[in-house]
């Protein structure tokens, strides 16, 4: 009797693949990164991005199969990232996926990537998914959403201009380090004073739960003439300061935001949670404000298969499934 299913992720630059049971416990999940690859050029080149899917997307299916101790007869259903993301990234998982599920006759489900983030808090035993407020911040969105159940999702806000994740990038960039620049500011920032720099804080007005993060860019941009960055000390300022001026406005908001809905727990998900300064600040201002927090593994947290067969899962309990011609969609939207 097939209890599992089988997930790819291809979004962007890494391709992964993921076996979890049909209750959502993850069984394998593998990733091969492309960083190394995209660094060169100092961020995703989409081309360079597909051309490496397509080399890595069979092995890790047989990869996973082989950690998982199953076959593909075992799968009840194949499921795919559909959206959002670069288009010819998005295909390549989603043709294998659909080409499986042909071939084992068995139903493909299309996942949105970020529904894969917003529900990896529920991941490793924290379930079942259950009404809270969740905050999404990874390298393309930074959003807070009520969710009410599985597929129920209220924007509450989102951010006007950069990402969170981007806002990191793009500081980094600026001060010379490597792509991604955000695991590198969490590198550096526990080594700096993170009140050597008074970097603007976009609250916008006491009660939005919109962003803004463009107005941190221009900061340090303003800085950077009067900064040796060859300087360690400086360097590690910078980014102490940089990391907790985009720490307090994630924290306040999603406290804000528990508050004006009145629930009681919280999430944070997104590649952006993995970084440790936000972890830190969540887990003390959380239980400040008596909210229970909910955070996904590390590992969990930037991009992977495990997530979006999480998420699969979830859906397929309830009887969704997607029609062989879903097509992907680069802005595909969580909630409607
Ligand atoms: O969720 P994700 O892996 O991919 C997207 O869906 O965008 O997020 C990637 C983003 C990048 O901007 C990266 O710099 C950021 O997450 N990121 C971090 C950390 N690890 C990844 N930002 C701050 N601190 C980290 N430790
Ligand atoms: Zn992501």
Known sequence: MPDCLLALESSCDETAAAICTLEGDLLASRI?????????????????????????VRPLVQQVLAEAGKTLGDMAAFAATSGPGLVSSLLIGTSMAKALAIAE???????????????????????????????????????????????????LGRTRDDAAGEAFDKVAKMVGLPYPGGPEIDKLAPRGDPAAFAFP??????????????????????????????????LADLAASVQAAIVEVLVEKLVLAARQCGEKLVTVSGGVSCNRGLRAALTARCAKAGLQLL????DLCTDNAGMIAFAAAQRFRIGH???????VDPNLSLVS
Do not use: W
């Open 321 to 327: 499934t997607s029609p062989l011609e879903a097509d």
């Open 105 to 155: 006759t068995k139903p493909f489900l299309a996942v949105n990537h970020m529904e894969g983030h917003l529900l990896s808090p529920f991941m490793d035993g924290q379930g079942p998914v259950r009404p809270c407020i969740a905050l999404i911040v990874s390298g393309g969105h930074t959003m807070l959403v009520h969710v009410h159940d599985v597929g129920r999702y209220k924007l």
């Open 201 to 234: 804080r976009s609250f916008l007005d006491g009660r939005s739960l919109e962003f803004s993060f463009s107005g941190l860019k221009t900061a340090v941009l303003y800085e950077l003439p009067r900064l040796d960055l060859k300087n360690e000390q400086t």
């Open 295 to 298: 955070l996904a593994r590390p």
């Open 32 to 56: 091969a990164s492309q960083i190394e690859i995209h660094r060169q050029y100092g961020g995703v080149v989409p081309e360079v991005a597909s051309r490496n899917h397509i080399l890595h």
